[in-house]
């Protein structure tokens, strides 16, 4: 099946109402912010500035209404890097307006097992995202329209089985 011209970054550009991610790894060690988490795992203080480019974006979305949101799919224990993501990144990231849910499949098994990591916009525009095994960005992949439906039941049964991130964190947090 033949994939789509658009870039992610148009689908950012161009969404009207909701952006929804799945995540599924429990490393991104190499892919964006890796100074901040090495100084996350040296023990240092976030920096004020961490996530800021970002943030305002999330924030020029979600003044107009727009909803962002993602689930994340995980274990526990934590690897070094969801302590990072979840404790630097979803915190400083909630105050754009991004919404963030846990699927914790460390009693129970995967609903969507072999599902990849996606961005799903307007329910009409997916893209799915590649990582090498040592949770290195390989690049984003627009798929066909044809593939919508089947990446909105993806997106149905996250939600369905996640609970709000706040209310995990208090339970969980590492």
Excluded: C
């Amino acid at each position: 099946m033949a994939t789509s011209s658009r870039t992610l970054g148009d689908l950012f550009d161009t969404f009207e109402r909701e952006a929804f991610r799945l995540e599924t790894l429990d490393d991104y060690s190499r892919s964006g912010n890796v100074e901040a988490y090495h100084a996350f795992l040296a023990g240092k203080p976030q920096p004020d500035d961490y996530n800021a480019g970002w943030i305002e974006e999330l924030r020029s979305h979600t003044a107009k209404r727009k909803r962002i949101y993602r689930v994340h799919i995980l274990r526990r224990p934590l690897s070094d890097y969801l302590r990072f993501e979840l404790g630097w990144g979803y915190q400083r990231n909630m105050s754009g307006g991004e919404e963030f849910f846990i699927l914790d499949i460390t009693e129970r098994s995967n609903p969507l097992e072999n599902v990849p990591d996606f961005w799903f916009f307007d329910s009409d525009s997916v893209a799915t995202m590649n990582y090498d095994g040592t949770g290195k960005f390989l690049g984003a992949e627009v798929l066909s329209p044809e593939r919508t439906a089947e990446f909105a039941r993806f997106r149905d049964v996250a939600l369905a089985q996640a609970e709000p991130f706040t209310e995990w964190w208090v339970k969980y947090r590492a």
